[in-house]
């Protein structure tokens, strides 16, 4: 006899106002960046702006590992870090792909600070350089860094609401309500041996053979961020000269060259990642910028922390249902980071458990079973739908003629082959019903409750191993 199961399942809206738990004083988004203080060894950059040198370029991929340090009182200040930690790995992958550079999840855990008796607070905020550097050699020492990552250390309590990074390195630290903004690109980038791009030194000419020309060398040597001064002001802990509305510059500032000519500074200057008018961060970092870190990756300094680009079509979190001795399913799913444009596409394997990356042998069509934004808020949604393959748009201009659709699960104990939906025409288990077969094709079409209209229905669904499962579904407007 074959096994009939019968789920209840309601599905409701609700709506959670965001809630937000941290202290004042955290709004001034000041960044500390602890630099070597080194001069570029000769050969090492070429002060490239050009995309075309990036053609036929190999992808660097990072790994990233998130630390929330918890406060000693045992409260959860800021429940969301798991998240936010996501959504930083989203951001970094947004800002950086379209120049060959990834950025994989390697998970979030929560460690406690120690107990600190000769700080004044007791125990790890990072209000100075200092102590960031007392925790992250208490981290290392304690297991709390992954050697093969950049870590991300998110604290809280301290008096400010930025983040501290040394250049170039594998640590950073940000204050745990800004993690999932742009500060954590900002910090990273910093990692990545990007300084900011005021100067006090570096002169507005972008000519060089013009004799006060010194981009290469000075302030954070990169030509094609124009040279400034700076936007933000410590006196006042804000930005000045610039309008909030649109983030346009305003000033007249002279640099301190014999010639003193005056700073051209566009919006795009103010809004690039690595300025300084916080606020007005984007998602906007110049080509030049990108090269450097490239040339970076090239000399080794990063090869502990970089893994590879079949990294990214394997899931951070969630399993495969691979048997159905495992039981349900619905138990099983796994999961990819947020900030790729994935398209789940129909594939042909024997493939219970999904196919080797580099194995192309597969067969796949166009029709597509999941598309999912890299702006995708919902991060569980992004999962990897039976009988489909994962293709991620990479944006490279290093792999542009690569087959990037890998991966076929095409497990058949997973697929139901057929099945119908009963709508309760009077909204009650009664036996006023209508009754719609699907086919194969419809049955496990992603959006088959979703394109339900409001009403209470059976969802029966016949597995190729003979198991059926009965979903009773209420769905509500
Ligand atoms: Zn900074």
New binding site residues.
């Given amino acids: 006899m074959k096994p009939t199961k019968l789920f209840f399942r309601l599905l409701f809206c609700t709506f959670i106002g965001n809630v937000f738990f941290m202290n004042a004083q955290q709004t001034n988004p000041e960044?500390v960046?602890i630099e070597n203080n080194q001069t570029d060894p000769v050969g090492t950059f070429s002060y490239s702006t050009d995309m075309e040198t990036l053609n036929n370029c190999d992808p660097i991929v990072f790994n990233v590992k998130f630390w929330g340090i918890k406060h000693p009182d045992g409260n959860v200040y800021f429940p969301n870090r798991y998240h936010d930690a996501l959504q930083s790995i989203a951001n970094l992958n947004i800002l950086y792909n379209k120049f060959g550079i990834y950025f994989k999840f390697r998970g979030y855990d929560d460690i406690q600070s120690p107990a600190l008796p000769n700080d004044p607070d007791g125990y790890f905020v990072l209000q100075t350089t200092s102590q960031y550097s007392a925790m992250v050699s208490w981290a290392t020492t304690n297991g709390y860094k992954d050697v093969n990552s950049l870590n991300v250390y998110a604290f809280g309590w301290a008096p400010w609401g930025g983040?501290i990074?040394n250049m170039p390195s594998t640590t950073c630290a940000v204050n745990s309500a800004g993690l999932g903004n742009l500060i954590t690109t900002?910090?990273i980038s910093?990692n990545l041996y990007l300084g900011?791009t005021r100067s006090a030194n570096e002169h507005t000419t972008r000519d060089p053979l013009n004799q006060y020309f010194n981009a290469t060398f000075a302030g954070d040597q990169v030509v094609d961020t124009a040279a400034n001064i700076g936007f933000y002001h410590s006196s006042c802990s804000c930005t000045l000269y610039i309008d909030p509305t649109d983030c346009t510059y305003f000033g007249t500032e002279t640099d301190n060259s014999p010639d003193h000519k005056e700073y051209e500074i566009y919006h795009i200057d103010v809004i690039n990642i690595?300025g300084?008018a916080y606020g007005c961060s984007e998602q906007s970092l110049t080509t030049g910028q990108a090269i450097r870190v490239r040339e970076k990756v090239d000399t080794g300094f990063y090869d502990a922390v970089l893994t590879d680009i079949a990294s990214l079509y394997e899931p951070y979190d969630g399993e495969y249902f691979y048997s159905s001795s495992q039981g349900s399913p619905s138990n099983y799913k796994p999961l990819f980071q947020p900030g790729f444009d994935y398209r789940f596409v129909e594939c042909n394997c024997d493939c219970p458990l999904p196919s080797d990356y580099y194995d192309t042998s597969f067969s796949y069509t166009n029709n597509t079973l999941l598309t999912i934004s890299k702006y995708e808020t919902d991060y569980s949604i992004i999962t990897h739908p039976n009988h489909s393959a994962i293709h991620i748009d990479l944006l490279s201009p290093c792999i542009a003629s690569g087959q990037n659709t890998r991966r076929c699960y095409d497990n058949y104990n997973r697929r139901p082959k057929d099945g119908s939906i009963t709508l309760f025409n009077d909204g009650v288990l009664n036996g006023n019903v209508t009754v719609t077969q699907k086919d194969s094709l419809g049955i496990n079409q992603p959006t088959l409750i979703e394109d339900l209209n409001p009403g209470l229905y059976k969802v029966e669904k016949n597995y190729e191993d003979g198991e059926i499962e009965q979903d009773i579904i209420f769905k509500g407007n």
Avoid: P, Q, R, Y
Wanted: aromatic share 0%; with cysteine.
């Fill in positions: 960044c960046v983040g990074a900002h910090e910093h900011h690595m300084d």
